[in-house]
């Protein structure tokens, strides 16, 4: 079994900022990509940023220049470094990762975390 923990979410002020950690434990052989995304009430979840094992990112155009993804390979262990966060941020924000159960095969399936809030208040 794989888990996803995410931590970090709160309340912040408008212009300030947070940072968002996603932990990986369990049984698995290897990460492929992991990434962010966010649903706010009565919208579609959409992908906020993600990053490959090799370190390609890729981030919404809402929150590109402001928010930072990143990896720690070793801890299993993905962040996202929000700043100057604006009201319209606030959602749930879910991690998601890409993993290879099995280190003899290279089908990989797709897991999710719980989901931490995040508001930002005017």
């Known amino acids: 079994q794989v888990q996803l923990v995410e931590s970090g979410g709160g309340l912040a002020q408008a212009g300030g900022s947070l940072r968002l950690s996603c932990a990986a434990s369990g049984t698995f052989a290897s990460i492929n990509a992991m990434g962010w995304y966010r649903q706010a009430p009565g919208k579609q979840r959409e992908l906020v940023a993600s990053?490959?094992?090799?370190?390609?990112?890729n981030y919404a155009d809402s929150v590109e220049g402001r928010f930072t993804i990143s990896r720690d390979n070793a801890k299993n262990t993905v962040y996202l470094q929000m700043n100057s966060l604006k009201p319209e941020d606030t959602a749930v924000y879910y991690c998601n990762a890409d993993i290879i159960l099995r280190s003899w095969s290279t089908i990989s399936r797709d897991y999710w975390g719980q989901g931490t809030q995040v508001t930002v208040s005017s």
């Open positions: 990053t490959t094992s090799g370190g390609t990112t």
